[in-house]
């Protein structure tokens, strides 16, 4: 492994002990939004043109308790592995752009 991703199996882990206890801790109240819609009355107005891959950061499939906790794991491993291949290409065109430069830099418009 290179030196540089010594870094992930921490960030790795705090990501997993929070999708694993902290998605427990969060409200099942509705959010700002949801909440003026009930309070307003047009909630029930409502109509899905897409639907959710996980509805209320939940797969109702496993029910409440893994439901939920299969959902925060599934959610960050989701976004790490974009975070970290975006990242990745980024790092590679990087690299390719350095590599196609000049020895000395630029050529500053001066002939040898």
Sequence with gaps: MRRSLYWLAP??????VLALG???LASSRPDGLERVAQTQGFDRKE???????????????????????????LGVALTFGLVLGVG????RRRSNRRSSEPEHGPACGKRP
């Design 11 to 16: 960030l790795g882990a705090v990501a997993l």
């Design 47 to 73: 109509r899905t043109s897409l639907s959710a891959p996980m509805p209320d950061y939940e797969i109702s499939r496993l029910g409440s308790g893994l439901g939920k906790t299969a959902a925060g794991l």
């Design 22 to 24: 902290a998605i427990h």
């Design 88 to 91: 990745s290409l980024l790092a």
